[in-house]
């Protein structure tokens, strides 16, 4: 039970990696808030698993983001894990998709982090610790990868934020850390592999990149965030942890 009576709020809660935190979370002990647009996906998540509450949650809705701020009580967490992967380089993006990748990959962070803060710190003063996690990537500052322009640039906007925040509250007992993953087997992905022309030949070249043969999974990614959100880590702040099967090796 390492995360017991933590309460952690985790937003894109619906499926893929954010469904399997939230999940991992629960059964670590905490009281977990899944958000996610997808309200279904939440209703089912909540029903299978009580120690978590769905709320449904637009985190591109900044007053739909403080209402729920006030809503909730003060938080020990937060996992920031909505975001969008956009294919293409700079001759095939549209200022509109550039400016949606921003709002969501990294703006929304902004919104929950801003909206949650004071409850954060007075759990940091209280008890000690409180820690906020935000899903970067491989494919930011630590490597690029072709056709991934705006994920990149925002995946890399993610680390510079999570330092940014850790260096202005690391003597007040609040942590900031970035998960970068390698390339992983969700719903997500499996979208974007079903829209090539070749989805067979697609899904040869994602495992092809990675060094260990294989896509990872949920299951290897939500123990790191497991980590990063327990007491565990509470010497570790302002760090973009991989876990990519050895891509960046």
């Given at each position: 039970m390492r995360l017991a009576g933590k309460s952690i709020f985790v937003s894109a809660a619906a499926q893929g990696i954010g469904r399997a935190s939230a999940i991992a979370f629960a059964k670590e002990g905490a009281r977990v808030f899944a958000t996610d647009i997808n309200a279904g996906g939440l209703r089912e998540l909540s029903e299978e698993h009580t120690k978590i509450e769905s709320h449904p949650l637009d985190v591109l809705d900044t007053a739909a983001v403080n209402a729920l701020a006030a809503e909730l009580p003060d938080l020990d967490g937060i996992f920031n894990c909505a975001g969008f992967v956009h294919n293409g380089t700079i001759?095939?993006?549209t200022e509109p998709e550039?400016?949606?990748?921003?709002d969501l990959n990294i703006k929304a962070m902004y919104r929950t982090v801003k909206a949650f803060l004071p409850g954060l710190l007075r759990r940091a003063e209280a008890v000690g610790t409180a820690s906020i996690l935000n899903m970067s990537s491989m494919a930011s500052s630590t490597k690029g990868f072709p056709n991934r322009l705006v994920y990149g640039t925002t995946k890399a906007a993610v680390i510079g934020?999570?330092?940014a925040m850790a260096a202005d509250y690391v003597t007040k007992g609040l942590?900031?850390?970035a998960l970068c993953p390698g390339t992983v087997d969700?719903?997500?992905?499996r979208d974007r592999i079903a829209a090539f022309p070749d989805p067979v030949a697609a899904e040869q070249a994602f495992i092809a990149r990675q060094p260990m043969g294989r896509l990872a999974t949920v299951d290897d990614i939500t123990p790191m965030a497991v980590y990063l959100l327990s007491d565990e880590s509470q010497f570790v702040s302002g760090q973009a942890l991989l876990v990519d099967g050895g891509v960046t090796i």
């Open positions: 001759e095939a993006v550039w400016d949606f990748s921003f934020f999570t330092k942590r900031c850390n969700t719903p997500s992905l």
